[in-house]
């Protein structure tokens, strides 16, 4: 079985800067695709970027230019870094991961347990 650890939400003030990390840990397993997903109060969870196996990347038009997405693969853990942030950007964050058993070669999604980030003077 394989979980995500998620860490670095928190209160920050509009142009602040925050720093979210998510850890996979397990046995037997690797990983392709990890991302981060937001869902704000009322609305549905949104990619917020998307960061492949060999270091690809993908962004959210909101966050283009402001959020930049990473990875360790030796240690299993996806980073998100948030500048420049705005009111609209106060949600819970959660991290995805699509991870390949190693034992049973079968794929699927998994997810973290959320992190609530709020921008707020």
């Known amino acids: 079985q394989v979980q995500l650890v998620e860490s670095g939400g928190g209160l920050v003030q509009p142009g602040g800067s925050l720093r979210l990390s998510c850890a996979a840990s397990g046995s037997s397993f690797s990983i392709n695709a990890m991302g981060w997903y937001r869902q704000a109060p009322g609305k549905q969870r949104e990619l917020v970027a998307i960061i492949t196996s060999g270091g690809s990347t993908t962004y959210a038009d909101s966050v283009k230019g402001r959020f930049t997405i990473s990875r360790d693969n030796a240690k299993n853990t996806v980073y998100l870094e948030m500048n420049k942030m705005k009111p609209e950007d106060t949600a819970v964050y959660y991290c995805?991961?699509?991870?390949?058993?190693?034992?049973?070669?079968?794929?699927?999604?998994?997810w973290g347990q959320g992190t609530q980030v709020t921008v707020s003077s």
């Open positions: 995805n991961a699509q991870i390949v058993s190693l034992t049973t070669w079968t794929a699927r999604a998994y």
